[in-house]
């Protein structure tokens, strides 16, 4: 059984510019959710995705938005990039069977820098 | 709206000794209940979860924490540290009554064991 997978790994993006990050869920999950993690800080809740509708969003501005494509994979992109949005973007998928006790399953991340 | 108060972001035991990572919540009503670790470098991995079961949870690699809700608490719990257990440690809670199965997150406690 594949894990959650994320890509790059790495990006170092300069202020202003746009960033696409990307996520594979762990098979037979259709839910998704993004979560940013700043350094030194436990993750934020970006927003989540159910059968590729946004279901759900934390306190983020609309630069950051979302995709979820027919075979659950998911996009996360921020736009216009700010020096405060460099830290650990994870994403968690799980199958959704009992709703608020659902366990999330975490890739490994994508570690973005903007300077 | 919830929240979760980590206590200790650091805290330092010998290898065999107690480990206890302390976890308080606040909610209006009994939440579900996460602690996930953190090795470097790397994703979040669940160590265990309540969901309003068995009160004392046993997790993963000898874990196990307690739900008291006259005290708001689900400290985590080891009786014999090994150096393996070096990471840093997530509370969270989710919402029963919530639409989806967002987590939100303490500020972590960093483990040391020290030989």
């Known amino acids: 059984e594949t894990g959650v997978t994320q890509s790059p790994t790495h990006l170092i993006k300069t202020r202003g510019q746009q960033v696409t990050l990307r996520c594979s869920s762990q098979?037979?999950?259709?839910?998704v959710s993004w979560y940013q993690q700043a350094l030194g800080q436990g993750p934020q809740f970006i927003f989540q995705?159910?059968?590729?509708?946004?279901?759900g969003r934390g306190n983020f501005p609309p630069r950051f938005s979302g995709l979820q494509f027919p075979n659950y994979s998911s996009e996360l992109n921020v736009n216009a990039l700010e020096l405060d949005d460099s830290a650990l973007y994870l994403c968690?998928?799980?199958?959704?069977?009992?709703?608020?006790?659902?366990?999330?399953?975490f890739g490994p991340g994508t570690r973005l820098t903007v300077l | 709206a919830q929240s979760v108060t980590q206590l200790g972001s650091h805290v330092s035991v010998s290898e065999g000794a107690l480990v206890l990572l302390r976890c308080n919540y606040s909610?209006?009503?009994?939440?579900?209940l996460f602690w996930y670790v953190q090795y470097p470098n790397q994703g979040l991995q669940l160590l265990l979860k309540?969901?309003?079961?068995?009160?004392l949870v046993k997790g993963i690699n000898g874990f196990e924490a307690e739900f008291k809700k006259s005290e708001t608490s689900f400290h985590l719990t080891k009786p014999s540290a090994h150096m393996s257990d070096a990471a840093e440690y997530f509370c969270?809670?989710?919402?029963?009554?919530?639409?989806?199965?967002?987590?939100?997150f303490g500020t972590g406690t960093l483990l040391a064991v020290q030989p």
């Open positions: 968690a998928s799980s199958l959704p069977s009992g709703g608020a006790s659902d366990t999330q399953y």
């Open positions: 098979s037979g999950h259709n839910t």
């Open positions: 995705y159910y059968r590729e509708e946004e279901n």
């Open positions: 909610s209006s009503v009994p939440p579900y």
């Open positions: 309540y969901t309003s079961a068995a009160t």
């Open positions: 969270a809670v989710s919402d029963p009554g919530g639409a989806t199965n967002k987590l939100i």
